[in-house]
């Protein structure tokens, strides 16, 4: 009668994890120890599931322990990577486990590039091997009962976990011995299996009948359910359905059969023998209709003798009336058995991989934070020079310090010197030009590079929806319009960022037509400059009167805060704060994160001392210019008023002012064209997005599908369908991409051709981009790269679908060869949005920075969120034509 029922285990193809992770590694975290941890752990997980799933599992508990490993290091490492569809893509290929296959038909797979799917998968194969070794057990033992009814019960909660998860982890229709109404049946039937385990444990032991009969009752009722969820579904073998009913009926049997010794103890003779009838007419169904499934010899031999035995005491001795079965009192059920919750880790001692890798969730809120941390410290900077170049300009506008050193009336003031001194250190005249000159071929050079981003953008979206329309219900890609959602957001925000920069330009011009004249004077040699400034009647009796040492006085205290605004900035920029503790400790007390609560209130810890001496320098400044303004007022007053003195002031206000604002030109020039640090660089580490897609190949890594077991529309055969058309149909090669339409994915196995990489074409870190014919290298490459997470495969899927359109399959390739430099530039130039710098490229262009306008309104734009000095320096680098 112990015939149980266990379940195949699926098959895998083989996935290459250590390339793609690897390559993701090398791209997020810098050269060193913790990258080479990093590197080696992923080794050992792709060794981990070769051992899990590569090679046939013994029916033992040490080969559930390895497959149980597995899935508890796929629970950890899921949060940590960025595994998805157009992101770190692997894609993962299991075959249905109840599927046999025929002869024309191939079997049934499902290739998905989810990291749920694969868990599910795996989860499914620890619950199958785990009824396996349960029905392996020996059960005429008490450690092979109690080993027998722990893995029916793990089985059973692996089940029913995948029953609620499912439909979740793949986000579409699964294979049917993974689907919520299979897996739903398979956790009765296993725990069905473990109350009968429990049953049988309960008869060895010889407890009470009573006790043995509800026992029977409950594993009756669970396989009646069970029986009941698989009658009318083809979604199990058919034998399965035939054992469930017989052991259904044999369990009913059972219970009848105890409870009668319950009621002959009761003295309730007629009661005992209406329920051996009752069991011995239900073995005789099982025998009649399911004798090739079970063997219920043994059973029906006891009953029988039972009945004899109480028919002849009753008819002999009590004659008690023997009740219809319909009158019977209903026997009790006692369920021993519950499915075991499935909270990882499963395994014993499981050690996680990638302990000291901070979860992807992590990974996001500390970049929050850091842009957060950016916009704090830009404001309070950008407040302190905005004060400090008022301050500038209304001491310019008094000829101050000038006019105190210019008491002779004859000789350059040595505050003027200075200044033309530090205006030709700079450069002077000459390097101004030259920006200017550039800007309006610049500016249009990215102008054209945005257009042809967003057509490419379209034409992909066009594509995706004529495919979309012609397959119906196979093409079951994401939509490009969800897919791509972000990025036409910020190409629409980049196009008001270029329409900025044409009002950025005319400032420039403007600023630079107005102090022009006086910024070449400063550029001139000293005896040309004093000969070019008016001399003036001599006004040395003002050298020791009061007003002077006051007016002296103040311009010292001015000059001691402009001082300390320097300090400030330079602390406020070297403030440093780990809040990856932080959020981890959110994370694990919490379930999740409020990055905004935690993150304002630690840079309000960090920062809001420095705001406060920020302000106080503000009010300090106000103070000194209304003191400045009054002692100039007399000061003037005392001087004589003649012609040429005015003539002479006026010129060195007009020196004075014309050095700050090259100055500020300069600083602000020079501090838009340093290139990102180290961290910040493409080469070094790029943002989430991006580093995934370039794994082995951008293009199909992303979103293509396995040329060997693509999904339902190409490579999941049901049997009696027609297969796919073959793989091995001679490409489609665009005449002038070169890019093959059906290029492998990076967990494939390697293709014979060389692979097509993306990145910059210079030796460096990270992948190489292949030159774009046409378009000048302006804009960073990220944003033109991510148009190819997809429009590659679209022609792979439709060569599986439809081998004729070799057309589409060219005009496929040759749209994805322009969008792989998509996803680099929209990243860049996100990231170089926030800490305004703008990304390096040796090779390829030369960057200069946006020249910001003297005005309040340009002072609060610089101070803003979004810092235009970097923006505008992102778009008018010129390029390197070489």
């Known amino acids: 009668m112990a015939t149980f029922i266990s379940v195949p285990l699926k098959k895998s193809s083989e996935v290459e994890l250590v390339k793609p992770l690897s390559k993701f590694i090398t791209a997020t975290y810098p050269a060193g120890e913790e990258q080479g941890e990093y590197i080696r752990a992923v080794e050992e997980l792709n060794k981990l599931r070769k051992n899990a799933l590569g090679r046939p599992l013994d029916k033992h508990e040490s080969s559930l322990e390895i497959v149980l490993r597995y899935y508890d290091q796929l629970c950890a490492v899921e ?61 005429d033992n008490d450690e092979g009962l109690k080993n027998a009814a722990k893995f029916y019960q793990l089985a059973s909660g692996a089940f029913g976990h995948i029953k609620d998860t499912v439909l979740t982890a793949l986000n579409r229709e699964p294979t049917m011995d993974i689907s919520p109404e299979t897996v739903g049946t398979l956790k009765l039937i296993m725990l069905a299996q473990a109350q009968e385990v429990f049953f049988l444990k309960a008869t060895s032991d010889r407890m009470k009948d009573a006790v043995i009969a509800k026992l029977a009752n409950q594993a009756a009722d669970f396989y009646g359910e069970a029986c009941k969820q698989c009658q009318y579904k083809d979604n199990l073998p058919k034998e399965v359905l035939s054992v469930l009913a017989a052991k259904h009926t044999i369990m009913q049997a059972n219970a009848e059969l105890h409870q009668s010794v319950v009621s002959k103890q009761k003295k309730h003779f007629g009661e005992e023998i209406a329920r051996l009838q009752r069991s011995a007419e239900l073995v005789k169904t099982v025998a009649s209709g399911y004798d090739e499934y079970v063997s219920v010899k043994d059973l029906s031999e006891k009953i029988n003798r039972a009945l004899t035995a109480a028919k002849k005491d009753n008819d002999f001795i009590y004659h008690d009336r023997v009740p219809e079965v319909k009158d019977l009192e209903q026997i009790g059920k006692a369920a021993l058995v519950k499915a075991t919750t499935i909270t990882p880790p499963l395994s014993q001692k499981f050690a996680d991989l990638f302990e000291k890798m901070v979860p992807m969730v992590v990974q996001q809120s500390m970049s929050i934070y850091s842009q957060r941390k950016a916009e704090t410290v830009n404001r ?11 301050c500038n300009g209304v001491l310019a506008s008094l000829n101050l310090p000038a006019a105190l050193e210019d008491l002779s009336g004859d000789s350059i ?54 495919l979309r329309t012609k397959f119906n219900q196979r093409w079951n890609r994401t939509p490009s319009g969800d897919l791509y959602k972000s990025l036409r957001t910020e190409g629409a925000k ?68 402009k001082k300390e605004r320097e300090t400030v900035e330079e602390e406020v920029k070297a403030v440093t704060f780990d809040m990856s503790t932080s959020f981890l400790t959110a994370l694990s007390q919490d379930g999740a994160i409020n990055e905004e609560q935690l993150s304002l209130s630690k840079l309000d810890q960090l920062y809001g001392a420095y705001n406060q001496r920020v302000q106080a320098t503000l009010r300090t400044q106000e103070e000194l210019l209304g003191q400045v303004q009054t002692s100039h007022q007399e000061f003037s007053s005392l001087k004589q008023s003649n012609t040429e003195a005015n003539q002479r002031e006026e010129v060195l206000k007009k020196l004075a002012s014309a050095h700050d604002s090259y100055v500020e030109i300069s600083n602000n ?78 967990n494939n196995r390697p293709s014979q051709q060389q692979p097509t990489t993306c990145g910059p074409a210079n030796p460096g870190p990270g992948p190489a981009l292949p030159q774009l014919p046409g378009l000048s290298r302006v804009l960073p490459d990220a944003w033109l790269q991510s148009l190819c997470l997809r429009t590659v495969q679209h022609a792979q899927h439709a060569q599986h679908a439809q081998h004729a359109q070799h057309a589409q399959h060219a005009q496929h390739a040759q749209h994805a060869k322009h969008a792989q430099y998509a996803q680099h530039a929209l990243h860049t130039l996100s990231a ?34 979004i810092n235009p000095l970097s923006i505008l320096s992102l778009l008018i680098s010129p390029v390197n034509t070489k």
Not at 683 to 690: D, E, F, K, T, Y
């Open 79 to 139: 949060p940590k990577f960025p595994f998805s569809e157009n992101q770190l893509c692997l894609t993962f290929t299991w075959k249905d486990a109840f599927d046999k296959g025929s002869l024309f038909g191939g079997s049934v797979k499902l290739a998905l590039a989810s990291l749920g799917y694969e868990k599910t998968c795996v989860l499914f194969n620890a619950a199958a091997l785990a009824s396996q070794i349960a029905a392996e057990q020996n059960l």
């Open 494 to 561: 980049y196009g008001g960022v270029l329409d900025q920069a044409v009002q950025a330009d005319q400032v420039v011009r403007d600023r630079y037509t107005t102090h022009c004249d006086m910024i070449a004077l400063l550029c001139k040699p000293e005896n040309e400059l004093n000969a070019a400034i008016p001399s003036a009647n001599p006004t040395k009796t003002l050298q020791g009167s009061e007003v002077v040492n006051v007016l002296r006085s103040q311009l010292a205290q001015l000059d001691a805060m």
């Open 669 to 746: 020039l020079r501090e838009g064209t340093k290139g990102p640090a180290a961290e910040h660089r493409p080469g070094a580490q790029r943002s989430i997005l991006q580093r995934s897609c370039l794994s082995e190949h951008p293009c199909c890594s992303c979103r293509g599908p396995n040329p060997r077991t693509q999904d339902r529309l190409s490579t999941s055969t049901a049997p009696g369908q027609d297969p796919a058309p073959s793989q091995a149909s001679s490409p489609v090669r665009h005449p002038s991409s070169g890019l093959h339409p059906s290029r492998q994915c990076a």
């Open 380 to 390: 309070l900077v950008g407040t302190m020079r905005e004060a400090t170049n008022l």
């Open 413 to 466: 003031p040595q505050s003027i010197a200075e200044k033309a001194r530090a205006v030709v250190q700079l450069g002077g005249l000459q390097s101004i030009e030259q920006l200017i000159r550039d800007l309006p071929e610049l500016l249009t050079r990215n102008r054209e590079i945005l257009d042809e981003s967003l057509k490419m953008l379209d034409d992909e979206e066009t594509t995706d929806n004529e």
């Open 832 to 865: 170089d949005s926030r800490t305004g710098r703008l990304p390096s490229s040796p090779s390829s262009r030369t960057a200069v920075p946006w020249l910001p306008p003297a005005t309040p309104s340009a002072a609060a734009l610089l101070s803003s969120a």
